[in-house]
């Protein structure tokens, strides 16, 4: 399968349909964003959503790069890597996270970070072949409940 690997630039029904198959793969607890929603990530300077098509042009999986300025630097994070069950093992999220790397570069990102649960083997084997290496530290979240 040829994949290929493009930055979003508008919330099109393509692209709200392909958010509603591929979210529920993603995570059972979110719904997929809406119109609305996908236009304002596609629009943010801060986010670059990569979607990746099949040879017959179909969205087989997406990826969102995050960038944001902090004192330090320009950081880049990976978030919601998602690919279709029925594309997974094709190179897809390998496709997407190297363009991902590819555009962090050229904006001036020192290093791209991203989290995975351990439980998702076949994408940890393929971040540490990408070369992203696990890190020393605690990730903490805070959901406001108590």
């Given at each position: 399968?040829?994949i290929?690997?493009?930055?979003?630039?508008?919330?099109?029904?393509e692209?709200?349909?392909?958010?509603?198959?591929?979210?529920?793969q993603?995570?059972k607890?979110?719904?997929p964003?809406?119109?609305e929603?996908?236009?304002?990530?596609v629009?943010?300077?801060?986010?670059?959503?990569?979607?990746?098509?099949?040879?017959?042009?179909?969205?087989?999986?997406?990826?969102?790069?995050?960038?944001?300025?902090?004192?330090t630097?320009?950081r880049?994070?990976?978030?919601?890597?998602?690919?279709?069950?029925?594309?997974?093992?094709?190179?897809?999220?390998?496709?997407?996270?190297?363009?991902?790397?590819e555009?962090?570069?050229?904006?001036?990102a020192?290093?791209?970070?991203?989290?995975?649960?351990?439980?998702?083997?076949?994408?940890?084997r393929l971040?540490?072949?990408?070369?992203?290496?696990?890190?020393?530290?605690?990730?903490?979240?805070?959901?406001?409940?108590?």
């Amino acid at each position: 399968m040829a994949i290929t690997v493009e930055t979003a630039h508008q919330a099109d029904a393509e692209l709200v349909e392909a958010f509603v198959r591929l979210t529920p793969q993603l995570s059972k607890s979110s719904p997929p964003p809406d119109a609305e929603q996908l236009a304002e990530m596609v629009a943010s300077p801060c986010t670059e959503l990569l979607i990746a098509r099949d040879d017959t042009g179909s969205i087989v999986g997406s990826l969102t790069l995050v960038l944001f300025r902090i004192p330090t630097g320009l950081r880049a994070w990976i978030e919601d890597v998602v690919v279709d069950g029925d594309a997974r093992g094709q190179g897809v999220g390998e496709a997407l996270n190297q363009r991902a790397i590819e555009l962090a570069a050229a904006r001036g990102a020192r290093s791209v970070d991203l989290t995975s649960r351990p439980s998702r083997e076949a994408a940890n084997r393929l971040y540490r072949r990408l070369g992203f290496e696990p890190r020393e530290t605690n990730v903490y979240r805070f959901t406001g409940g108590s």
